[in-house]
């Protein structure tokens, strides 16, 4: 008789139905269309994988999150965070929205003046602005924030030399209840040293003291921690104006509300944990409201929030490329978006679904992109259907920080498109070609050419 050929047995747990700790898993649903374009139509004309956002989402996040302010202070001003998505039609949907540009370096600066934002509706932030930069923000008017000691001496000296005042806010850290605290960014409030820093802005003279600026963190899941910093702004506020005399015109509350999406470890999904806009307008406002700022004298409150405003208008598509058995038995599926495209699959429990209602069959698996590294893991484990080689497949609320800090890494980065507001997709970022990279790329003459035999 022939011998039949050994198969490994499998011993598999069946956990249908099964409840975890916060209830029955659910199956996750399809999602076959995105602002009513098919899924698989866009990978058809697009490529796959492909990022696509959605303007109208983009839109109706904004407008919630400037009427959760406006309704509860009279004047308000949000600034887009570039370094969240600075892709220039993004940009544009929110400057188009009243935005004004949040940039933390030179580049981004740049790309903000490029797009045509005035000058005096530029932030700029960070701990590195160079000289060169320092005068150009200056020229232009534009709102500095001045982030340490040497910063500030080095405008001060630059003052000098210059026909225009600078115009300055200090970025302030300080303890807000989470910790560790983030202190590596602007002048400590409770040492004094923003007080210090201030003091010497004033003595000085030689430069517009027109904001304070604070951003706590990011993805901070309590308001409390915003009702806090608000406070200690007021409070300097208040006390620029007892012992100078000067009025500040904004206060600048920066960014850091959760997004929706999950992080890695949490209990509930991010959707049931997230603040809502109004309850950070609500700890902030009331903050500013209740402090001995005179109400004849309020200042503009600008806010800086990033991913909390685009995170879900980003989509990543994709098809699976494979399935294999892990040696111990588990289900290991391939799909062809990695973490160089998926940043943020790092610290967030990713949305991943089918984008076709395919099988009602589940089963624990381990997501991978298409990397030749050990790390190119999406999901760890994660009840999922039974995906087949070509199905594909859509990650949910990849609109922040992904396409900014992607990684052109083994495989090249693909089409970005904008779906607006009446259904239309359009590209606003081509897929990256060998050629376009080998534009950066230059050869030294002796490197040219190599013999093969
Ligand atoms: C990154 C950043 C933001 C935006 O942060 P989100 O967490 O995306 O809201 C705002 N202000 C400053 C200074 C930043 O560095």
């Known amino acids: 008789m022939e011998k039949l050929p050994f198969e490994r047995p499998l011993i598999q747990k069946i956990n249908a139905g099964m409840p975890s700790k916060s209830g029955i898993q659910a199956k996750p649903a399809p999602i076959t269309h995105i602002e009513n374009v098919p899924v698989v139509s866009l990978l058809k004309e697009f490529g796959s994988p492909l990022f696509v956002l959605s303007e109208a989402s983009m839109r109706k996040t904004f407008k919630e999150a400037y009427r959760a302010f406006s309704s509860r202070y009279p004047r308000v001003n949000f600034a887009w965070s570039y370094k969240t998505n600075y892709l220039n039609a993004v940009c544009n949907v929110f400057h188009q929205e009243g935005?004004?540009?949040?940039?933390v370096s030179g580049f981004e600066y740049d790309k903000a003046l490029a797009l045509g934002v005035k000058g005096e509706h530029i932030i700029f932030n960070g701990p590195h602005k160079s000289r060169e930069e320092l005068t150009k923000a200056t020229t232009n008017g534009s709102l500095i924030h001045i982030d340490h000691f040497d910063e500030l001496y080095e405008l001060i000296t630059l003052a000098e030399t210059l026909e225009q005042?600078?115009?300055?806010?200090?970025?302030?850290?300080?303890?807000?209840?989470?910790?560790?605290?983030?202190?590596?960014?602007?002048?400590?409030?409770?040492?004094?040293?923003?007080?210090?820093?201030?003091?010497?802005?004033?003595?000085?003279?030689?430069?517009?003291?027109?904001?304070?600026?604070?951003?706590?963190?990011?993805?901070?899941?309590?308001?409390?921690?915003?009702?806090?910093?608000?406070?200690?702004?007021?409070?300097?506020?208040?006390?620029?104006?007892?012992?100078?005399?000067?009025?500040?015109?904004?206060?600048?509350?920066?960014?850091?509300?959760?997004?929706?999406?999950?992080l890695k470890g949490a209990f509930y999904p991010g959707s049931d944990t997230a603040p809502s806009f109004d309850d950070f307008a609500e700890a902030i406002t009331s903050a500013l409201m209740k402090s001995e700022i005179s109400?004849?004298?309020?200042?503009?409150?600008?806010?800086?929030?990033?991913?909390?405003?685009?995170?879900?208008a980003g989509f990543l598509l994709g098809t699976v490329v494979a399935n294999k058995r892990l040696a111990d038995g588990r289900r290991a599926t391939i799909l062809d978006a990695g973490v160089n495209l998926l940043f943020t699959s790092f610290w967030y429990e990713h949305d991943i679904r089918p984008a076709l209602s395919v099988s009602d069959q589940t089963e624990d698996a381990t997501l991978y992109g298409p990397l030749c590294m050990n790390i190119d893991v999406l999901r760890g484990n994660v009840l999922f259907p039974l995906l087949k080689k070509g199905d594909p497949y859509v990650i949910k609320r990849v609109g922040a920080y992904n396409n900014t800090q992607w990684l052109q890494f083994i495989t090249l980065r693909p089409n970005v498109v904008m779906i607006d507001t009446k259904g239309k997709p359009h590209i606003i970022r081509n897929a990256e070609t060998l050629d376009s990279l080998n534009r950066h790329e230059q050869i030294p003459g002796h490197l040219e050419d190599f013999d093969q035999v």
């Open 99 to 103: 935005s004004w540009a949040e940039v």
């Open 165 to 262: 005042r600078p115009q300055v806010a200090i970025r302030v850290n300080m303890d807000t209840g989470i910790y560790p605290l983030w202190d590596r960014f602007g002048f400590n409030y409770e040492n004094g040293e923003a007080w210090d820093a201030l003091n010497r802005i004033l003595v000085n003279g030689k430069m517009d003291l027109v904001g304070l600026h604070t951003h706590i963190g990011t993805y901070i899941m309590t308001q409390d921690a915003y009702h806090m910093a608000a406070t200690k702004l007021a409070s300097l506020t208040t006390e620029l104006m007892r012992k100078h005399k000067h009025r500040i015109r904004y206060i600048d509350m920066g960014g850091g509300f959760a997004s929706k999406n999950t």
């Open 295 to 312: 109400p004849d004298n309020l200042p503009l409150l600008i806010l800086e929030t990033g991913r909390a405003l685009i995170d879900d």
